[in-house]
C-alpha cells in the first residue's frame, strides 16, 4: 500500500526542483583510490541511489593535509574533478542531483595517511587512536595553524567548491560537523587560541563563517549548504555553550542567503533545535535519530521533524542499505537491514552495490571478512 506523506511531497531547494522531500546524507564509505579519486564502483553506489530528492556526496577534502582515513574522496586536483564527473553524469543520468561535501579533517589525520602532519586549531591531539594504511595507530599532536594557514585554507575550501562545479555538482556542503576541523574551532576543548579565532563565542564562529562566506563568494550561495551537529561529541568534542554557539552562528550566516542548513541527530524536541529552527530564514535539512531500521521508525521519526519545522529530512544508514529506499519508503515495504559495519569501510562491492532492490531477489549470504560465505 502506498504510503501518504508530506515527505513525498515536491519542495525547492534554491534553484533546484526537487520531486520530494527525501535527502541522502553524505557517508563516507572509503572507496576512492589512494589518492582521492573516486573510482567506477563509486558510480555504480550513486547511480542506484539517484531516486534520492538530493544525494549529498560523502565528505570530499579540499587539500592534502585535510585527509581523514585511507581511500577518502578528495576535490583539489584535475584527476578528482574527472572522477567526479564521472558520477555526477550517471546520477544526472539517471534522473538525480548531487551536492558535494567539503571537508578538513584537521586533528583527524595522520602523517602515516597524508604524509602530512594534521593541522588544527590548538595542538590538542585526538583523544584516542586513529585507522591508518597501517592499521590504528596512536594519534599525533597537529601544529597549530598559523594566520597563514588559516587563510590558505579558506582559499582551499573556496577552490575546492569551484572544483565541485566543474565535476558537475549542483553545489556543495561546508562540514562544520562531526569533530573535524570546523568544529574543532567551534569547541572550546579543542580551540585554545588567544587570537581573533579562539576564546569568546564570537571568535570561535569565526572560521566557519569565513570558509562558508569565502565558498559563497566563489560558486553563489544558493548553492551552498552548512552541516553543524550541537552539541555532537564525535572524535572527542566538547563544545561549550552549545545554545550560545549555533545561534551565533546562524546570526551571522542567515542574511547570506544559503541553499540550507543541515542539523545532525536533529531532536524536534531540544531547546537547540527549536531555536535555530526560528532563527535560520532558509531551508532546514534535519538527520533523525533512528533508534531502529524499520520502515515505521524511518517514516515517523522524518515525519516528527516535518511537523517540527524541518524542509528536508536526511537519512544515511537507510540509504545506505536501501539503493530504492523511496520506493520502499512509499509502499510501506520492509527495509535492508545494514550489514557488519566493518563492511561499510572495507572497499569493494560487498556492502556496498550489492544490496537488493525490491525487484531482486536477496541474497542467503554475504562474504565475510576473510573471503569465506557465511550465512
Known sequence: MTHTTQLFEPARLGQLALPHRLVMAPLT????AADGTPTPLMTTYYAQRASAGLIIAEASTPNPVGQTYPNITAIHTPRHVAGWRQVTDAVREAGGRMFLQLQHGGRVGHPATSGLTPVAPSPVPLPETIFTP????????PREMTPDDIRTTVADFARAARNALDAGFEGVEVHSANGHLLHQFLAHNTNRRTDVYGGPVAARIRFTAEVTEAVAAE???????????????????????????YPALVERLGGLGLAYLHLVHADPDSPVYRTLREGWPGTLIANPVLRDMSTEAVLSASERLLAAGA???ALGRPFLANPDLVTRLRR????????DRYLMYTGGATGYTDYPALDQPSSDSIVARDGARVA
Open 219 to 245: 560558486i553563489g550561495a544558493e548553492r551552498v549548504g552548512l552541516r553543524v551537529s550541537p552539541g555532537g561529541t564525535v572524535n572527542g568534542i566538547a563544545e561549550g555553550e552549545t545554545e550560545e554557539l
Open 134 to 141: 597501517d592499521g590504528h595507530q596512536p594519534s599525533v599532536t
Open 29 to 32: 564509505r572509503n572507496r576512492a
Open 311 to 313: 524542509d528536508l529530512v
Open 332 to 339: 510501506g515495504a520492509p527495509l535492508n537491514a545494514v550489514r
